[in-house]
T-cell receptor
Framework: DQQVKQNSPSLSVQEGRISILNCDYT??????FLWYKKYPAEGPTFLIS?????DKNEDGRFTVFLNKSAKHLSLHIVPSQPGDSAVYFC????????????FGSGTKLNVKP | GAVVSQHPSWVICKSGTSVKIECRSL??????MFWYRQFPKQSLMLMAT?????????EQGVEKDKFLINHASLTLSTLTVTSAHPEDSSFYIC?????????????FGPGTRLTVT
């Protein structure tokens, strides 16, 4: 049972425009959410996170929005750059077991120059 | 900082043999390390949580006798795939939690591509 879902396997965006990656979850016990970026043949690298007590967290060009009532989070990248082209995974965890991360299946972002 | 390495990065083995994958935290101590498996175009699935000096905790459905995990030091965890079969072919990724860092932080290794022929 996939508790974290990324329904868009791929996204293509023009350089300079906004990239919006979406993630949905089903478990209301999740209280911490993370986005990871992954290049081919490399492990995921941490990008940005958000706690359930917030609805927005911003770090430079990256902003994560959390809508708890909809069990939905999104990652906005503005402006998008070709170097942002990678697979983005969202992950969720709960205080009851913060060791365990539940990952979505990833969205492959392609930023066209 | 917070670098995690894996060795080998890519391995091919014959069916029935065993393969050992190493995961090292290079610049921090990791009391807890995690082993994930990723199938093509799918999410990372946690296989087991490895705690230094104690037995690993395996997720439901993961055969502990097939996937042997040893976490002998604060910087090294190993995953041994015993009697490998073609269905074990996958991308294996480890991550490590910094003993001094935030409880949610996990740093990932580059992964190991295992192909069983």
């Amino acid at each position: 049972d996939q508790q974290v879902k990324q329904n868009s396997p791929s996204l293509s965006v023009q350089e300079g425009r906004i990239s919006i990656l979406n993630c949905d979850y089903t478990n209301s016990m999740f209280d911490y959410f993370l986005w990871y970026k992954k290049y081919p043949a490399e492990g995921p690298t941490f990008l940005i996170s958000i706690s359930s007590i917030k609805d927005k967290n911003e770090d430079g060009r990256f902003t994560v929005f959390l809508n708890k009532s909809a069990k939905h989070l999104s990652l906005h990248i503005v402006p998008s750059q070709p170097g942002d082209s990678a697979v983005y995974f969202c992950a969720a965890s709960g205080a009851y077991n913060f060791n365990k991360f539940y990952f979505g299946s990833g969205t492959k972002l392609n930023v066209k120059p | 900082g917070a670098v995690v390495s894996q060795h080998p990065s890519w391995v091919i083995c014959k069916s029935g043999t065993s393969v050992k994958i190493e995961c090292r935290s290079l610049d921090f101590q990791a009391t807890t390390m995690f082993w994930y498996r990723q199938f093509p175009k799918q999410s990372l699935m946690l296989m087991a949580t490895s705690n230094e000096g104690s037995k690993a905790t395996y997720e439901q459905g993961v055969e502990k006798d097939k996937f042997l995990i040893n976490h002998a030091s604060l910087t090294l965890s190993t995953l041994t795939v015993t009697s490998a079969h073609p269905e074990d072919s996958s991308f294996y990724i480890c991550s490590a939690r910094d003993a001094q860092g935030a409880s949610y932080e996990q740093y990932f290794g580059p992964g190991t591509r295992l192909t069983v022929t």
